[in-house]
């Protein structure tokens, strides 16, 4: 719309002597233009629109909105929506003293908006209530599984436990054993010196038949006489008296007869090798201290018993 057409409408508008509304009304008429369109245009509800042409104030929402929505509505029609909107607000002030504004400056707050209300207080549950629930759950579900599937988990644990102790158990025999060969092995240098001795040590050595085992003359001089029936393949270091160690493996069922006079030492490679006389008295085959070799060592371990 040009300007000539904004003022000739001003001035139609300021000669009338109806209402604002009233004009806007039939200036909306006069461009053939339906509340449909104006609402759709200007996003104002129909509601309002309505109330604008009719002057319904106490329809309208506070002035500071209403005088928004007047704007838009002018500036919809060509004209001068701020001026219209000031004319409009003034005619309701006029027209319709009584009619509470509800301005954001100077509504007053009731007493009883202030007031806190009452409002249900929402159940209480202690986290321990929770975490029992829980708990049940975890068990419930747990039992049904177990119940489902036929799965023990008690004789699963013993199972997993006792496999976990063997294998620590075969670590522990390993490392026992490798190390015994390790302590108990003779250095090469020493080698050479017994290689001239084996021969001798082998004699002194040398398994005793079973039927010399009551033979008094041996009661009388060897005061330590030891056999030994192997009941796994054994290495074995000996040592009788003051003599030089002497190392020697043994085959399972083979029997074999020590004596010494003052001191007797024997070293096995693993544990429970052969079952022991000492005597013609069964012995208790040493066990293993500290992760060493089983060592019998006479007279000590007579004293110690």
């Given at each position: 719309m040009s300007s000539s057409d904004k003022r000739l409408s001003r001035k139609q508008v300021d000669e009338s002597k109806s209402t604002v509304g009233q004009q806007l009304r039939r200036l909306r008429r006069e461009k053939d233009?339906?509340?449909?369109?104006?609402a759709e245009a200007t996003k104002i509800s129909i509601n309002n629109i309505h109330a604008i042409e009719?002057?319904?104030?106490?329809k309208l929402p506070a002035d500071t909105f209403v005088r928004g929505l007047v704007t838009l509505y002018g500036n919809f029609l060509g004209i001068n929506g701020r001026e219209i909107a000031a004319a409009f607000l003034a005619e309701r002030k006029i027209?319709?003293?009584?009619?509470?504004r509800n301005n954001l400056t100077t509504?007053?707050?009731?007493?009883?908006t202030l007031t806190p209300k009452k409002l249900a207080e929402p159940a209480h549950v202690s986290s321990a209530t929770v975490a029992l629930l829980l708990l049940m759950v975890i068990v419930l579900s747990f039992t049904g599984f177990c119940l489902y599937t036929s799965w023990n988990p008690v004789a699963f644990l013993?199972?997993?436990t006792n496999n976990m102790q063997e294998s620590i158990q075969k670590i522990f025999s390993g490392?026992?054993?490798?190390?015994t060969d390790m302590e108990a092995a003779i250095p090469l240098e020493e080698q050479n010196k017994e290689d001239n001795t084996t021969n001798k040590n082998e004699e002194k050595l040398q398994a005793t038949p079973l039927k010399n085992l009551h033979d008094d003359a041996d009661q009388s001089q060897f005061p330590y006489r030891l056999t030994a029936h192997f009941i796994h393949d054994s290495s074995v270091v000996v040592t009788i008296d003051n003599q030089?160690?002497?190392?020697?493996?043994?085959?399972?069922g083979e029997v074999v007869r020590w004596r010494a006079i003052q001191r007797l030492k024997v070293v096995f490679d693993a544990p429970k090798a052969a079952t022991l006389i000492l005597n013609n008295a069964p012995l208790t085959f040493p066990s293993s201290q500290n992760r060493q070799?089983?060592?019998l060592q006479l007279p000590d371990d007579l004293l110690d018993q």
């Open positions: 233009i339906s509340v449909e369109v104006v009719e002057s319904a104030f106490e027209i319709s003293p009584d009619v509470k509504k007053k707050i009731s007493s009883s013993s199972r997993q490392n026992d054993q490798q190390k030089e160690p002497t190392r020697k493996k043994y085959t399972t070799p089983p060592t």
